[in-house]
């Protein structure tokens, strides 16, 4: 095993990406998965389909548009740089943006289940009380799925500190800016340096076999009416 600054360098990189990425997916998925679950509208089955595009395209299909988006050759990189002087294509912020479309599903569609299986009389009795939809929310429907939001926060973190097509599309391998872990493990073996390949790969399966006991124990305990 290979733990040089290089190395704790990615692995830090790799979390942050994973942490920033559910940071932010976390209030879009609650406030997506709301909607998904109780609208009527015409329009919620096409956000639906977006939602799940991602689980579908190539990573690297979504990868490449994103960079074509971004990249400051076209018209919204080109605005966003020239305007405000943020450039997104080849940067941590892009590959974070990237990351939470990429990562969309993973924390909206539980969250939307959970909404989806509540009682509807529990809504009912919250405004019978004089609350409105947001203390109703807030106060009365989250704290009744909060198993399925832990659920929601461990799989998009752990989908993201494995990701690699979206990554490498719209990031590149740039150390401290864009190299995460699993942009190393390939790196590394096209170099031939198996050894600190490994070492990647490794700390990436333990996290993920970590991660994915944590998933399937809180699923378990969901089943059963523990949690």
């Given at each position: 095993?290979?733990?040089?600054?290089?190395?704790?360098?990615?692995?830090?990189?790799?979390?942050?990406?994973?942490?920033?990425?559910?940071?932010?997916?976390?209030?879009?998925?609650?406030?997506?998965?709301?909607?998904?679950?109780?609208?009527?509208?015409?329009?919620?089955?096409?956000?639906?389909?977006?939602?799940?595009?991602?689980?579908?395209?190539?990573?690297?299909?979504?990868?490449?548009?994103?960079?074509?988006?971004?990249?400051?050759?076209?018209?919204?990189?080109?605005f966003?740089?020239?305007?405000?002087?943020?450039?997104?294509?080849?940067?941590?912020?892009?590959?974070?943006?990237?990351?939470?479309?990429?990562?969309?599903?993973?924390?909206?569609?539980?969250?939307?289940?959970?909404?989806s299986?509540?009682?509807?009389n529990?809504?009912?009795?919250?405004?019978?009380?004089?609350?409105?939809?947001?203390?109703?929310?807030?106060?009365?429907?989250?704290?009744?799925?909060?198993?399925?939001?832990?659920?929601?926060?461990?799989?998009?973190?752990?989908?993201?500190?494995?990701?690699?097509?979206?990554?490498?599309?719209?990031?590149?391998?740039?150390?401290?800016?864009?190299?995460?872990?699993?942009?190393?493990?390939y790196?590394?073996t096209?170099?031939?340096?198996?050894?600190?390949?490994?070492?990647?790969?490794?700390?990436?399966?333990?996290?993920?076999?970590?991660?994915?006991?944590?998933?399937?124990?809180?699923?378990?305990?969901?089943?059963?009416?523990?949690?």
């Open positions: 095993m290979i733990f040089d600054i290089d190395f704790l360098q990615t692995i830090f990189l790799s979390i942050k990406l994973a942490t920033y990425t559910t940071l932010l997916l976390l209030p879009i998925g609650i406030a997506l998965g709301y909607f998904l679950a109780y609208s009527k509208h015409k329009t919620k089955i096409i956000i639906e389909t977006l939602i799940w595009m991602p689980l579908i395209l190539p990573p690297t299909v979504l990868g490449f548009y994103l960079l074509i988006c971004f990249s400051p050759n076209y018209f919204l990189g080109a966003l740089q020239k305007h405000f002087q943020i450039k997104l294509a080849f940067s941590f912020w892009g590959i974070v943006l990237g990351s939470v479309i990429f990562s969309l599903p993973f924390m909206v569609n539980p969250i939307k289940n959970a909404f299986t509540l009682p509807e529990l809504k009912e009795a919250s405004y019978t009380l004089g609350k409105n939809k947001i203390s109703t929310l807030f106060f009365v429907l989250l704290p009744n799925i909060s198993p399925s939001i832990l659920l929601a926060i461990i799989t998009t973190f752990a989908h993201t500190i494995g990701e690699f097509g979206v990554v490498i599309m719209l990031g590149g391998d740039i150390p401290n800016v864009s190299r995460v872990a699993s942009i190393a493990i790196t590394q096209e170099m031939l340096n198996y050894q600190i390949a490994h070492s990647y790969a490794f700390i990436l399966s333990i996290t993920s076999f970590s991660l994915l006991f944590i998933v399937i124990y809180i699923n378990h305990k969901i089943q059963k009416g523990i949690l």
